[in-house]
């Protein structure tokens, strides 16, 4: 049997753009979304923690190293410059390798700059930027 589990999360991202006339997605840092191990155009839950809402959508690479987290589109009427959200990516593991897998979990402090906790790194080295 197959399980859908918790693949990557960014958690506490603060949003610093919402452009509403744009074709759609969620813009990331993609020095972030390498971190975690994001790709691009790939579908994201998004909960925003300010509001309560919930939606889906996918991820799109931002600028290296600009911490941009923009809602686009749609999703721009979700939230606004500010909010706090969690940004999810699941994926299907055989249930016996589900119990031992651990996700990548970057949660962040300090809007957007500061790293307070990192579990299982798809790029170790990355995490050294945020501390500039």
């Known amino acids: 049997m197959q399980v859908n589990i918790l693949r990557a999360k960014i958690l506490r991202a603060e949003v610093t753009d919402a452009k509403l006339h744009y074709e759609g997605s969620m813009a990331i840092d993609a020095e ?3 971190l975690v191990g994001i790709l691009p155009h790939e579908k ?26 923009s809602l686009n589109g749609a999703t721009a009427h979700l939230g606004k410059p500010g909010d706090l959200v969690v940004i ?14 651990e ?11 500061r790293i307070v906790r990192l579990t299982n ?3 170790p080295a990355l995490a050294q930027a945020f501390k500039r």
């Open 88 to 101: 999810m990516t699941f994926g299907w593991l055989p249930e016996s390798d589900a119990a031992a897998y």
């Open 103 to 113: 996700p990548r979990i970057v949660v962040f402090a300090d809007a957007n700059k």
């Open 44 to 69: 994201i839950l998004v909960g925003n923690i300010t509001n309560g809402e919930r939606f889906e959508t996918y991820a799109i690479p931002a600028p290296e190293g600009s911490r941009t987290f």
């Open 32 to 34: 972030v979304m390498r």
């Open 121 to 123: 790194p798809a790029e």
